[in-house]
T-cell receptor, first 115, second 118 residues
Framework: EADIYQTPRYLVIGTGKKITLECSQT?????MYWYQQDPGMELHLIHY???????EKGDLSSESTVSRIRTEHFPLTLESARPSHTSQYLC??????????????FGPGTRLTVL | QKEVEQNSGPLSVPEGAIASLNCTYS??????FFWYRQYSGKSPELIMF????GDKEDGRFTAQLNKASQYVSLLIRDSQPSDSATYLC??????????????????FGQGTILTVHP
């Protein structure tokens, strides 16, 4: 079973606030990902990381930023939240060694609402 | 054309029937294929993955892959009301990163909503 955690699970915040969504995994996976999913819609990759100090932007353009200072931690930050950022944010991780098929495990998600 | 396409449904089947979920993909170089289940308001949960042509069975679930037709399917036998969820097909494709590196990324379909009625 995957051990990947996200906090907060739900966040309602006003426009212009800075927010950080936390994601941690205890499996020692080297790869971590952030996806964005609107209700009833597809998951879109917004950021990924291959290891410490490695971050890349994904397919969907996002105003958020990420950092990977520790293997287990991959926080996502929005400097100034806007209503258009309202969505569900899903964190995932995978291990390169012994996993050539790129099997990914998801955290429970953070549902963000910006008023 | 979308990279990964699924019938959005909803697909409704009676309890005990076989549910058949389909997915097509555009990148012939794709090597591995995943089925995730997502309950409303929850995160995706991996059901199974397949990488070789043919069938792969796990309990009531069977994944089928046909690379020539670029088609992957999921069969759920003896469907139960608890199987009611959105089923996501994901395909591992290769993309180019910075510095000429190549990385595998999952591309998801839009999901098929399955309802199993008693």
């Amino acid at each position: 079973e995957a051990d990947i955690y996200q906090t907060p699970r739900y966040l309602v915040i006003g426009t212009g606030k800075k927010i950080t969504l936390e994601c941690s995994q205890t499996m020692g996976h080297d790869k971590m990902y952030w996806y964005q999913q609107d209700p009833g819609m597809e998951l879109h990759l917004i950021h990924y990381s291959y290891g410490v100090n490695s971050t890349e932007k994904g397919d969907l353009s996002s105003e958020s930023t990420v950092s990977r200072i520790r293997t287990e931690h991959f926080p996502l930050t929005l400097e100034s939240a806007r209503p258009s950022h309202t969505s569900q944010y899903l964190c995932a991780s995978s291990e390169t060694r012994g996993n050539p098929y790129n099997e990914q495990f998801f955290g429970p998600g953070t549902r963000l609402t910006v008023l | 054309q979308k990279e990964v396409e699924q019938n959005s449904g909803p697909l409704s089947v009676p309890e005990g029937a076989i549910a058949s979920l389909n997915c097509t993909y555009s990148d012939r170089g794709s090597q591995s294929f995943f089925w995730y289940r997502q309950y409303s308001g929850k995160s995706p949960e991996l059901i199974m993955f397949i990488y070789s042509n043919g069938d792969k069975e796990d309990g009531r679930f069977t994944a089928q892959l046909n690379k020539a037709s670029q088609y992957v399917s999921l069969l759920i036998r003896d469907s139960q009301p608890s199987d009611s969820a959105t089923y996501l097909c994901a395909v591992n494709m290769f993309a180019s990163g910075r510095g000429g590196t190549s990385y595998g990324k999952l591309t998801f379909g839009q999901g098929t909503i399955l309802t199993v009625h008693p």
